[in-house]
């Protein structure tokens, strides 16, 4: 694990400003569903308890249910606790030098990314349909000149006030070098 | 008139599907939570989630192991013996 403070290949005065993750909704998402998964069985199971307690009793149907059911909700659980990782290991850092996209894919791969401030030409913020207004969540993304130099800030929480922070610090950075800091980098990318 | 073929099969190959699922959901589990504490953020959240899976796992499996204990696992299943003993007891309604 890493810490906020102690971020890879930190560089000197370098100063975490913003540290996101998708908008609560994704979590809301995976809670529906699990909810969803679990509760129709459940009541379907409670709604024909006579059948269910005739099948439990019998010696050879009830350790199949049982079998099938345990494997079921067993599957749930772990699909949702998936989901709820592929949530949590999705982060953007913005710091006053560069930022980090760090994006799980699936269990297997994880992309890191990072990109220094003053390599930004441009920031956009995207909000679209009634849900994303309603809610103030959407799209961030920064442009570079590199090639592959566009990073996505996929459905994250007020998207225009992230946006005019990386414009901010933007600026910032580019003052700074100009006054004789570091040289800027273009992308790099870490395929694990 | 349709027929069940005689088919008979030991109940017990049902508790080895059990376990082997069982064993593709620990060595899942574990690689998953080697993940979030490997890269993760270092805070209360992580333990929190860590130890919620954990919890929810022992509890979905103890509950589980306490309902398959309560059965006779050296029976052999007959399909026809399955259906003509539970014939009215599957679905009473029916």
């Given at each position: 694990?890493?810490?906020?403070?102690?971020?890879?290949?930190?560089?000197?005065?370098?100063?975490?400003?913003?540290?996101?993750?998708?908008?609560?909704?994704?979590?809301?998402?995976?809670?529906?569903?699990?909810?969803?998964?679990?509760?129709?069985?459940?009541?379907?199971?409670?709604?024909?308890?006579?059948?269910?307690?005739?099948?439990?009793?019998s010696p050879t149907l009830g350790p199949i249910v049982v079998v099938a059911a345990s494997?079921?909700?067993?599957?749930?659980?772990?699909?949702?606790?998936?989901?709820?990782?592929?949530?949590?290991?999705?982060?953007?850092?913005?710091?006053?030098?560069?930022?980090?996209?760090?994006?799980?894919?699936?269990?297997?791969?994880?992309?890191?990314?990072?990109?220094?401030?003053?390599?930004?030409?441009?920031?956009?913020?995207?909000i679209r349909g009634i849900l994303q207004t309603m809610l103030t969540y959407g799209q961030v993304y920064v442009q570079t000149a590199g090639e592959k130099?566009?990073?996505?800030?996929?459905?994250?929480?007020?998207?225009?006030?992230?946006?005019?922070?990386?414009?901010?610090?933007?600026?910032?950075?580019?003052?700074?070098?100009?006054?004789?800091g570091i040289v800027p980098g273009r992308v790099k990318s870490i395929l694990k | 008139m349709f027929e069940l073929p005689q088919f008979s099969l030991p109940l017990s190959i049902f508790l080895y599907v059990y376990s082997a699922y069982m064993l593709f959901y620990v060595l899942y589990s574990l690689f998953n939570i080697y993940h979030l504490i490997r890269y993760g953020v270092y805070g209360f959240g992580l333990y929190l989630i860590v130890t919620l899976f954990t919890g929810g796992t022992i509890l979905l499996?103890?509950?589980?192991?306490?309902?398959?204990?309560?059965?006779d696992w050296t029976q052999i299943v007959s399909l026809n013996a399955l259906f003509e003993k539970n014939a009215g007891g599957i679905f009473p309604g029916l």
């Open positions: 694990m890493f810490h906020l403070d102690h971020l890879p290949d930190q560089r000197e005065n370098e100063k975490v400003v913003l540290f996101l993750r998708r908008h609560w909704i994704s979590v809301l998402v995976i809670v529906v569903a699990f909810l969803f998964l679990t509760g129709v069985p459940l009541f379907i199971g409670w709604f024909f308890s006579d059948v269910m307690e005739t099948w439990l009793a494997i079921y909700f067993l599957s749930i659980w772990l699909f949702a606790f998936l989901e709820f990782t592929d949530y949590y290991l999705d982060t953007w850092i913005v710091t006053n030098q560069r930022i980090i996209n760090i994006e799980q894919e699936g269990l297997f791969n994880r992309i890191a990314s990072e990109l220094d401030l003053a390599a930004v030409q441009d920031t956009t913020a995207e130099g566009r990073f996505h800030f996929k459905n994250i929480d007020n998207p225009e006030q992230v946006k005019e922070t990386i414009a901010h610090l933007v600026e910032e950075d580019k003052q700074r070098i100009a006054s004789g | 499996v103890g509950g589980s192991l306490y309902l398959l204990l309560g059965y």
